[in-house]
């Protein structure tokens, strides 16, 4: 039975409309909202070159992007009011990076209230989510026992509940993703997290590829099938039980944002040409330079991310359909960077949201 396409919102993120080095922010919303898209996703790197562009050379620089002072302040502003000049709504900030799960009390602080800086911006921009990213590091500073992170991810929702009650505006809420190369690199020991942290306001990040960079794919896979399963049917089964769960424990509105993107099948050969040595993880060469937008068939794209997508929106989940695509090709410096990859992305999520249509119910345990 075809189920009915979602009315879920289209979103993207900035970065993947081109890079801060060779196309200005104010370019790729353009080329977001010609495309139809209603939602962006700020990427720090594209706010601070904003910020750079627009700060007074009267005025001293800020020492982060997130030191408030009345200027920084105006120019996040600045930025909200020209989103929402071409009906764009900034849905999020991110990332925050290497946060949770720190030992030393100074260090565990200072994480903490890096997080924290970013709520006045949040306001300025009009948005009420911050991404977090599950912590990378493998030195013994960090630990990822769910204990410890489930305390800081519940200190972080408090203090954007604290935040948010100060100053009389809508909660702000903290989101939290697994990346598939980070401690917690799964959906499962993200929401395990979530789930013990216990705040309202804090809650699950999906990212389609990196689920499927755990569960799905492996670059290094000797075939060549570039999948964990040399067998497919083994393959889709145990995706397939991973989302039926995923659908089954995860609540609608524990889901605070979900993100898409397919990927490169690339060849044996030039896998094994990827600088992976020191402390280089072994995905981020592919993550960062050979996602492509769902569907992309005919540029290597391979990834079943229709079935991540379909669990995610048959948990009833109503935020919007965002992708998050890093590509070599966003880093080329003509013109037309950021409306070629608006285009293509916006013909991705409706590849997407039709092949979403065509994937059986994963609640149906028969399946």
Known sequence: MTKPTPPNPLGIATLS???????????????????????IDLFDDDWARYLSAHHSPA???????WTSTPETLRIAAQLGSLAASLSLKIACTQPCREIEGILDPTARRAALDSVAARFPFMRAFGTD??????????????T??????????AELGDMARAYAEADGGPMLKIGYEGLSWARRNTWASSWEAVQAADRENV??????????????????????????????????????ESMRALVRCVPAEKIFFFQVGDAVRVGLEEVRAWDVQGDTPRLLPWSRGYRLFPGEKERGAYLPVEV????????????????EVFNHSLNEKDASVPTVH????????????????NVPALGDATQ
């Open 308 to 323: 991540v997508a379909a669990a995610v929106l048959e948990t009833g989940y109503e935020g919007p359909v965002s992708l």
């Open 342 to 357: 608006a285009e293509r992305g916006m013909k991705g999520l409706r590849w997407l949201l039709e092949a979403v249509a």
């Open 17 to 39: 409309l081109g890079s801060a080095a060779h196309h200005s922010l104010e370019t790729r919303l353009h080329a977001a909202a010609a495309a139809g898209y209603t939602h």
């Open 59 to 65: 005025l001293p620089p800020p020492p982060t992007p």
């Open 129 to 142: 989510l911050v991404f977090m990213c599950a912590n990378i590091r493998t030195d013994a500073g960090v």
């Open 203 to 240: 809650g699950l990040v999906v990212d389609a590829f990196n689920v499927l960079a755990v569960e799905w794919a492996d670059p290094y896979a000797a075939d060549g099938s570039g999948r964990v399963h040399g067998d497919l049917e083994v393959a889709r089964r145990v995706l397939r």
């Open 144 to 153: 990822s026992d769910l204990a410890t992170v489930a305390k800081d991810l």
